[in-house]
């Protein structure tokens, strides 16, 4: 007995130890693609990656995507056996990757989030939890030595497609975990935020992602040739956004609903996967970054969602200090200049990732040690396991602006007091210092010294802090404000300010292969804009009266961030973030069809006085 025992052990030992490669997956893995039929008739494209190993029952992990399961044919996906997914190849797990309905070598017609359907009422009521539905009841008939378990997951739009997989119904779907998950595209996510058009990351994708496809077809979509290397240069000559028309066309159908559909209507709530998440029965791993670029709002308003819509539910949430995906990609122990300390992804991916399919879908091991919230708070770089989030011993405190560009938790007494500047849309703050082409995902971090220069952003800071102050949920702002024009965007950027004596040590190091200087580093903790002329309503857009003060309230992401003692907190108010989001005329009209010369420049003010105190909510966690 106790040499059979040694030989399960070393056996073990060895397949841990082993490179899982393209060799490795040929040897120990059979690739099947089938066509499975939906309740409407359409087939839908799935590779089905299954162990060769006889004997036993294995569970399916499966991923639904729009952006293709190659490669197609005998190769087999480096995604898989290249990546954390390894992982699920060393325990024998059956892995299924399906193009969605309408992509790639799937059959029917492509639906950007498409809508949920509650009560279906016939076959031709068709959405992505009964096509997850169909597909899953396929698999568990049709794939040989499956044991009856399936779970999903996947990052972005493939998130988006597994809070849908927790909405199917079908009873052998356990365990789901959206990553990043595409959840609101007005409100939050990718494509708008607060209202404002995400207008890098919306060109960029639908150019290509955009195109038409009338047939199944292994690849289509061609990125667009950029004539300059300089992306804030390119978007500022194009102008107003009817001008991109000449590169769109109309056959991208969803960048003409964007530009159809200005205001927070029926076409956007129907697409917010939130209102749906009632009576779920999977368990639920919620995941994000705290420093995702795409789709930060998603991971913590999904978990809250669920949490409220569906309180039965086994829900956990995991937020680390993560680029858009970079707890699947990358060891997760930094972004751009800041280090974490830690191999923060790597800890996900074996310590909760895992144990939470295996226990789920295998029934091995124990998931009492995953948390309600695991969450990575920087500044002091540290793993917080709590029962509740936001965090019951979170409580919200007022931190006001003042006339000498300080903040301060005592509301100001003057009678007549604010802070003034020149928002001109033809020079619109850039969102980074330097120049790219591609929209970087280090921003979400960079040094902001950069904006602080400038005449069109203000800064307000603490001064230097005497304690830690700890931060642990949604900041609100609280802007009360005048304009000269009847329209203007606000953003509010909350800042770490490193101490002017900082000094190198291992957790910060490089950029490239040069030394960042990090003494007075304004590091960016959590950015958000906000479209002004909904304010009061996101359905029902109003003009602001020139010269009136009106306030202008917005909620930032969650952030989970520790302003060491020393340091300072500050933040920046400025009305244009370029060109990360399109520039704000500044007058009320459809941003969508005016033209270049509705662009006007605007005088802001942002007042801190007795009567109309501009303020921000901080979530600080109390010991």
Not at 449 to 472: C, H, K, P, Q, S
Not at 482 to 510: E, G, Q, R
Not at 558 to 573: N, P, R, S, W
Request: with cysteine.
């Amino acid at each position: 007995m106790k040499t059979l025992f040694t030989i399960f052990f070393l056996s073990a030992v060895a397949l841990n130890a082993q490179t899982i490669d393209s060799t490795w997956m040929v040897t120990n893995y059979n690739k099947q693609e089938v066509m499975i039929p939906m309740r409407d008739g359409k087939k839908l494209f799935t590779a089905i990656y299954s162990p060769k190993i006889k004997g036993g029952k294995h569970p399916i992990l499966m991923m639904r995507t729009p952006y293709s399961v190659a490669p197609y044919g005998k190769a087999f996906s480096s995604r898989i056996y290249g990546g954390h997914w390894a992982n699920y190849l060393k325990e024998n797990y059956i892995i299924v990757m399906q193009d969605v309905r309408g992509r790639y070598m799937s059959e029917g017609d492509f639906v950007d989030v498409r809508p949920f359907i509650e009560n279906k009422k016939n076959k031709t009521d068709i959405d992505e939890a009964s096509d997850t539905y169909d597909a899953v009841d396929w698999l568990i008939k049709n794939v040989a030595d499956n044991n009856g378990n399936v779970g999903f997951f996947g990052i972005s739009y493939p998130g988006f497609y597994s809070t849908m997989a927790a909405l199917s119904n079908h009873p052998a779907v356990k365990a789901v975990s959206p990553q990043a998950p595409v959840t609101e595209w007005f409100l939050g996510d990718d494509f708008h935020h607060n209202g404002a058009f995400a207008l890098m990351d919306g060109f960029q994708f639908y150019y290509s992602f955009g195109v038409p496809r009338p047939k199944p077809v292994t690849n289509y979509g061609n990125d667009f040739n950029f004539p300059t290397k300089d992306n804030y240069d390119f978007y500022l000559k194009q102008g107003a956004l009817k001008n991109y028309r000449k590169y769109m066309g109309d056959s991208i159908k969803f960048w003409n609903d964007l530009m159809d559909h200005p205001n927070y209507d029926e076409f956007w709530k129907a697409r917010d996967a939130r209102r749906a998440c009632k009576n779920i029965k999977p368990a639920m791993l919620v995941v994000g970054g705290t420093f995702d670029a795409e789709d930060c709002y998603g991971a913590w308003n999904l978990y809250k969602a669920i949490e409220k819509q569906s309180a039965a539910t086994n829900n956990k949430l995991v937020m680390g200090p993560w680029f858009h995906g970079g707890w699947s990609r990358g060891d997760g122990s930094y972004l751009g200049n800041v280090r974490f300390g830690a191999k923060t992804a790597k800890y996900y991916q074996e310590e909760i990732e895992l144990p939470f399919f295996n226990y789920y879908l295998k029934g091995k091991g124990d998931v009492a040690k995953i948390a309600e919230a695991t969450v990575f708070f920087t500044g002091e770089n540290n793993w917080k396991k709590m029962e509740s989030w936001p965090p019951a011993k979170m409580e919200f405190e007022t931190i006001y602006f003042s006339d000498d560009q300080k903040l301060s938790f005592s509301k100001p007494n003057s009678n007549s007091s604010f802070t003034k500047y020149i928002s001109d849309p033809k020079k619109p703050v850039p969102y980074t210092e330097d120049v790219h082409l591609r929209r970087t995902r280090e921003y979400m971090s960079d040094d902001q010294r950069f904006a602080a220069r400038r005449t069109d952003v203000l800064v307000f800071d603490t001064g230097i802090l005497n304690e830690d102050l700890t931060l642990a949920g949604p900041v609100i702002a609280d802007l009360k404000v005048s304009l000269s024009t009847s329209d203007a965007d606000f953003v509010v950027k909350l800042i770490d300010v490193f101490p002017d004596n900082f000094k190198y040590d291992t957790s910060y190091c490089c950029k490239g292969n040069e030394r960042v200087e990090m003494a007075g580093y304004q590091m960016l903790v959590r950015g958000e804009i906000m479209r002004g002329k909904f304010r009061n309503s996101f359905e029902k857009p109003e003009a602001f009266t020139p010269n009136k003060t009106e306030t202008v309230k917005f909620e930032l992401p969650d952030v989970a961030h520790t302003f060491k003692k020393g340091h300072k907190l500050m933040i920046q108010i400025q009305s244009s973030w370029f060109p990360v989001f399109d520039r704000n005329p500044q007058q009320f009209v459809d941003i969508y069809k005016c033209d270049d010369k509705d662009f006007v420049p605007s005088e802001i003010k942002i007042f801190h006085q007795a009567d109309a105190a501009s303020s921000v909510q901080l979530p600080v966690l109390r010991k």
